[in-house]
């Protein structure tokens, strides 16, 4: 059993930048993150996938490429979200979501953190 703990959610000016963290538990080779706005379905945002410690691919929605950028540090087995150019229909809850794919985690990750709420006002 993998636990992911999102951190670094919060409210911020359209234009302005915000970096989400998940800290997992143990290793797992995909990790990335979705989000859920108000009355919307959750949604993919971004996914990377390593092994033998290097990323070799990542994946984005169209919807934030070009804007977010996700990372991984190995040694702590932690993910990022660095959002730039942040916009209004960016809100929504944010979640990380661990499996062993990326094919898993895009559609049945079995791992979520808890969620962080991340508001941009116009």
């Known amino acids: 059993q993998v636990q992911l703990v999102e951190s670094g959610g919060g409210l911020v000016q359209a234009g302005g930048s915000l970096r989400l963290s998940c800290a997992a538990s143990?290793?797992?080779?995909?990790m990335g993150w979705f989000r859920q706005a108000p009355g919307k379905e959750r949604e993919f945002v971004a996914a990377?996938?390593?092994?033998?410690?290097?990323?070799?691919?990542?994946y984005y929605a169209d919807s934030v490429k070009g804007r977010f950028t996700i990372s991984r540090d190995n040694a702590k087995n932690t993910v990022y979200l660095q959002m730039n150019s942040l916009k209004p229909e960016d809100t929504a809850v944010y979640y990380c979501?661990?499996?062993?794919?990326?094919?898993?985690?895009?559609?049945?990750?079995?791992?979520w953190g808890q969620g962080t709420q991340v508001t941009v006002s116009s």
């Open positions: 979501a661990a499996g062993s794919s990326t094919m898993e985690l895009r559609s049945h990750p079995p791992y």
């Open positions: 143990g290793r797992t080779a995909s």
């Open positions: 990377n996938s390593w092994s033998g410690g290097i990323i070799y691919a990542a």
